[in-house]
């Protein structure tokens, strides 16, 4: 796409939306779980700890946390937990 990499797309309008979102506090009806672990070597995990996510530490890499079973068992109940369908299909 062109322009998309340059720096003023990253400020312009274009991305605005996004950037307001990116932003904003989670809403109140959206659950969400943070992953983390105190081996990851390069996110410090207490930045992870969100006061409003549900918290699950695992013994991971920072790269190998898409390849750990642990995480793959703390997110499977985090998903399986989200039973209010108007937030899922609010997100669709």
């Not at 605005?16 to 983390?36: K, L, M, N, S, W």
């Not at 890499?61 to 989200?82: C, D, I, K, Q, T």
């Amino acid at each position: 796409v062109p322009g998309m990499l340059r720096f003023t797309c990253l400020r312009g309008d274009c991305c605005r939306r996004f950037r307001e979102e990116f932003h904003a506090d989670v809403p109140p009806e959206v659950g969400y779980t943070a992953i983390y672990s105190k081996t990851d070597g390069i996110v410090n995990w207490r930045a992870c700890l969100d006061p409003c996510a549900d918290k699950v530490e695992v013994r991971a890499s920072h790269l190998g946390m898409g390849l750990n079973a642990e995480v793959f068992a703390g997110v499977g109940p985090a998903l399986a937990s989200s039973k209010d369908e108007h937030v899922w299909a609010r997100a669709a």
